[in-house]
Structures are given as C-alpha cells and as structure tokens.
C-alpha cells in the first residue's frame, strides 16, 4: 500500500508539473505578443496596410523594446500612404530619437510635411486643430534650435 500510494504521489506531482508548465505557456503574453507582431511584420511585408498600421501603433502602446518595428512602419506609411498622422509620428519619433537615432532636421522636415498635408487636405485632414498647432509649434521651436546652432557655430 505505501508503495502504491507513493507511485501515485509522483504520478500526481508529474501531472502537476505538466499543467503548470501549460498554463504559463498559456499566459506567457510577452511570447504572444511577440509572434502576433511578427505575423503582423509578414503580412506588412506582403502588402497587407492595415497590418503596417497595426504596426505604427506599437510606439503608442507598446515599450521601447518595439519602437524600432514601430518607427520602419511608421516610416513606410508616411512615405507611401501620404498619412498626416503618421507623419506626425514619425517626426516625433526622429524628435525624441525613438526607434532610430535622434535627427531634428528630419524630424522638421516631417513636421513641416504634416502640416503642408493637413493645409492641402482643409476640412478633410485628421488632424485636429490642437494637433495642427502642436505642429506649427513644433516648427517654430525646432527652426529656432537650427538658428541657434547655426550662429553658435559661425
């Protein structure tokens, strides 16, 4: 009888193991996480746009850790798509050196493209009006930096 009831303790323990180590996989979401971004990267790389969008996201609600995949889309969109938001993004990004080395000079050159876009655009834009002036103030403050730089320099 002890040997029975020891056989059937390990048998126990071994099962307990088994479905601890499923369920950690199971909420292991970091890993999730992970392979949904790259399926999502495949299907960017196919041509999928909502995919490339999805992407875009992941500087607003993921960690630095994934800035970088955040900031090629980002890049990608604003390029091909012609998207204020992502222009607006993406010059954040090279503002605050997110994803990509810090580079004020493209990160004015986007702003200034985001604005030329929401000008275009009128009534149709997505920006608002507390985006566009956060835009124009932008502008303005990193014009000024370029100023100053230049004259310290000379």
């Known amino acids: 009888m002890k040997n029975t009831l020891a056989r059937w303790w390990a048998q126990l323990k071994q ?5 601890v180590q499923k369920i950690r ?5 970091k890993k999730r996480r992970r392979a949904l971004y790259e399926e999502w990267d495949q299907q960017a ?3 999928n746009e909502e995919a490339c969008y999805k992407l875009m996201t992941l500087y607003l609600d993921e960690t ?4 970088p995949l955040a900031f090629h889309w980002t890049e990608h969109v604003a390029t091909h ?3 204020c938001a992502a222009m607006l ?3 954040q990004m090279y503002e605050k050196g997110h994803g990509t080395s810090r580079h004020l000079s493209k990160a004015l050159t986007w702003y200034e493209a985001c604005l030329s876009m929401h000008v275009i655009r009128g009534k149709n834009s997505p920006l608002s009006l507390e985006a566009a002036n956060f835009v124009q103030e932008r502008i303005l403050v990193l014009r000024r930096e370029r100023k ?3 004259t310290s320099l000379n």
Not at 15 to 19: C, G, L, T, V
Not at 64 to 67: A, I, K, L, S
């Open 81 to 83: 798509h012609a998207d």
């Open 89 to 91: 993004q993406l010059a």
């Open 64 to 67: 630095p850790e994934y800035y």
């Open 15 to 19: 099962f307990s193991a088994q479905a």
């Open 25 to 29: 996989a199971c909420f292991d979401f």
């Open 45 to 47: 790389q196919q041509g």
């Open 148 to 150: 100053f730089e230049n």
